[in-house]
């Protein structure tokens, strides 16, 4: 969605070639293929992990931290490396976000009208509002000290982590649209 921001504002004149319904394909298969993958090895490191103190979580979810915690072995090192490249990734995701983000705020303020601006800064506010939406909540769950760590709290926060972002990104994505806004 960045990209497509990124091109639609910096880039207008070549909208068509760079964001193609085959580059379209390609990427949506990349990032399909890279999701899968990354579960893949994610399913396959826990289902190994001996567990010893019982295969029951206080969650609605099956978390890989507090699977870890549940492990009686030394082979969890093998899942924390595989944390650490999802880290990895979710952060040179986050670095690719921002970068684009910064060209696009770069190329808006070139824009010499003021209906002009807000008008590409309207197009890039909602997807940038989901995103932070997501990204903080997914660092509060993921982040948070583990001396303000309690079950109910994990569980409250994993149920606002995986429901709020995907519930409100119809309603900001909409918020564009006048009849919305007149309605609410």
Sequence with gaps: MCYDRY?????????GTLLSSRACVHMAAAAWATGFLHALLH?????????????GLDQFFCEIPHILKLSC?????RELG????????????????????????????????EQGRHKA????????????????TGIFTYLKPPSIS???????????YSVVPPA????IYSMRNQEIKDAL
């Excluded at 696009?104 to 824009?111: D, G, K, N, S, Y």
């Design 82 to 113: 595989l944390l650490v490249v999802s880290a990895c990734l979710a952060f040179s995701c986050f670095v690719f976000i921002l970068f684009s983000y910064v060209q696009i705020f770069m190329a808006v303020l070139r824009i010499p009208s």
């Design 150 to 160: 309690s079950p109910s709290l994990d569980l409250v926060v994993s149920v606002l």
């Design 168 to 171: 409100v990104n119809p309603l």
């Design 73 to 77: 072995s030394h082979s969890y090192l």
């Design 7 to 15: 091109v639609a504002i910096c880039k207008p004149l070549h909208y």
């Design 43 to 55: 399913t396959a490191n826990t289902f190994s992990l001996p567990l010893c103190k019982g295969n």
């Design 121 to 136: 800064f309207s197009t890039c506010l909602p997807h940038l509002a989901v995103v932070s939406l997501y990204v903080s």
